[in-house]
């Protein structure tokens, strides 16, 4: 099955792709952007018997957002840590 | 489940993610980002880029431009100024705005008036901009920092105009980009074999290795190539414009990666749910 998803680029597709993948009920996952002047980008998955693509996708979108999460809260405890250069007015170099 | 960059069901650190960061300051950050797969780091660099959103003068109506410069010339410059846009969530887009041209809730006005009446040269800079809205100034570094030159008065040249200054993303045009640039690496001393040049004759001498090697064991020479090796440590540092922090930029751009992925998923379930009123069903 063939999702088409539009204002979407490789920002987006890429990360998609390798989520979906990671799951073993998934046989197929690939994403191309047809045209590169149009907003539009497919994202081609195919799964075996025992789940459905739609669900796969899903659960692939729900494993990114989780894994985004997870880095939005390592990064705002690294900054709270402060345990790093810091230098408030310090305009390179 | 198992976030890292590892394959579904492999033994290793399942810790997820971690970032750890070298170095902050006014305009820079550089952090390592760890445990994940390059697709992930790949967004998070190109979402800093361009999709971020800022503010940036988007219209300008000049009045009076008797300068050395064209009307169009000058706009472009005034697009390129960075203003400062610590509160650009308070903005709303102005396509997402009710009103019907622009107003308070998704632009910015500033106004620019300058008259060059002495024998001297007069320069106008971005300081010369005044913004009806004390939140969203153009950006000034230091006390030291003289402002952005637009253009050089001579006597007798006058420039008056208003600027309107909106929301938007890098992807639209490059003047709403928060970074100058973002630098991003991996595997400095190339052991993945991802870089390679037809000319090279001896990689080794012909390349210098990059600081971030410092970070990481040199190999061997002699071991042998591991093909099933994938990236796993990306050495990122981001440069901004000024218009934002550069902590804000890594988080903004992850909100805004999040933000996207939600309104796909929410897509996804009204699709299907519209699919099933209609009983017929897919064929898949």
Known sequence: MTFSLKDEDHTLGNALRYMIMKNPEVDYCGYS??????????????????????EVMDKGLQDLIDLCTVVVD???????NGDFEYDEDAVWP | MDLSGAP????????GPSITIQELKKDRISF???????????????????????????????????????????????????????????????????????????????TLHVKCTEDRTKIVTSKDLVSNNPQFQPVVEDKNDQGILIVKL???HELKLKCIAKKGVAKEHAKWSPVSGVAFEYDPYNKLRHTHYWIEEDAGKEWPV?????????????APFDYNAKPDR?????????????????????KTLLDKLGYVQMQLKEELASHQQDQTGWSY
Do not use: W
Not at chain 1, 35 to 54: F, G, L, W, Y
Not at chain 2, 237 to 246: I, M, R
């Open chain 1, 33 to 54: 952007i047809p045209h590169p002047s149009e907003a539009k980008m497919n994202i081609r998955v195919q799964t075996t018997d025992r789940t459905s693509a739609i």
């Open chain 1, 74 to 80: 390592a990064f705002k405890a690294e900054v709270s």
């Open chain 2, 8 to 15: 579904y069901g492999s033994l290793g650190t399942l810790s």
């Open chain 2, 32 to 110: 390592i980002l760890t445990e994940t797969d390059l697709s992930v780091a790949n967004s998070l660099r190109r979402v800093m880029i361009a999709e971020v959103p800022t503010i940036a003068i988007d219209m300008v109506e000049i009045e009076t431009n008797t300068t050395v410069l064209a009307d169009e010339f000058i706009a472009h410059r005034l697009g390129m100024i960075p203003i400062d846009s610590t509160d650009v969530e308070r903005i709303k887009y102005t396509r997402d705005c009710t009103c019907s041209q622009y107003c308070s809730e998704c632009s910015v006005e500033l």
């Open chain 2, 154 to 156: 001579r006597k007798g």
């Open chain 2, 210 to 222: 990059s600081g971030n090697a410092k970070l990481e064991a040199e190999p061997n020479p002699d």
């Open chain 2, 234 to 254: 990306f050495y990122i540092e981001t440069e901004t414009v000024g218009s934002l922090k550069p902590e804000d930029v890594v988080s903004m751009g992850m």
